[in-house]
DNA sequence: TTAAATAAGTGCATATTGCATCTATCTTTA
DNA sequence: TAAAGATAGATGCAATATGCACTTATTTAA
């Protein structure tokens, strides 16, 4: 893998919008027009073209998925993206993440809940005013 | 120009991070430092102390929490934080969000596997090299 | 009196995002 | 046939967000 000379930091690209990526790409391949379609259909639409674009390229950069261009059909070329196999391990790890979250959030809500039991509403300590 | 009244967008800040607080603070109150001691506990760490103030400010901002000065403890003033009904309804909010995206994850997952079943393992289309 | 812990924050460089716009290819329609 | 619209990918710029190091301040421990 060339690795390219992007020295300091390759950041991943935004999490929520990666992992649905990756999810559909997940032993298929396609362009991303196409998956900015599938990805309002599935109600999951709100950000814009150039960010989808741009975060695609990063997660190239990053190593998740790979291209190449297509000009086998009419219309303009289309930059097919596969997921590699560091993107399949992210995409499992991510989802392993995301019950992780999920449960430490329980988690936390149930001890707050324990916590208030003798039903103690008042915020700890003397408190004095806000200020700005 | 300053910008000052924020009136147009002020953002919410990073997802998770935001989460986790929340949750942190349903039915209870507490201050910054003490946060962030009980995300590493959780093994939530990773992030430095400046991105966690400033992720409380904003929140704070955005109307999820608000605070109030603590002088009567012995030690540097705490600035306490206590979840608003807003930062109560975003929380519900998020663990339904996160329901959906692993929701949506998995349909994305097994709509390729159905997809691949005859064994096509080939991208689609005649597709051309790469370019940078 | 010095160091360390607690508590909250700032400054600056870099990264990421939102919004508008651009290029280009092909199809539809007036 | 000219104009408009859909498809496809991308960029420029300003506004935000983040990482990292550093600062301020109060109190306790060495």
Redesign the pocket.
């Known amino acids: 893998m060339p690795k390219d000379k992007e020295s ?7 999490e929520m ?1 990666t992992a649905h990526l990756l999810a559909l790409l997940k032993n298929w391949s396609g ?4 998956l900015s ?1 599938k990805l309002e259909e599935a109600g999951y639409g709100g ?5 989808l ?6 997660m190239e950069k990053t190593g998740l998925i790979s291209s190449l261009w297509d000009t086998s ?8 993206y596969s997921l590699t196999k560091t993107g399949s391990l992210f995409l499992n790890n991510w989802i392993t993440l995301l019950d992780m979250h999920k449960a430490t959030l329980n988690s936390f809500i149930k001890i707050a809940e324990k916590a208030t039991e003798p039903s103690d509403n008042s915020p700890n300590g003397k408190a004095k005013d806000v200020e700005s």
């Open positions: 300091p930091t390759t950041k991943m690209p935004s919008l362009y991303g027009y196409e379609k950000f814009n073209s150039g960010t674009y741009r975060t695609l390229r990063q059909s009419d219309g303009p070329a289309r930059r097919i």
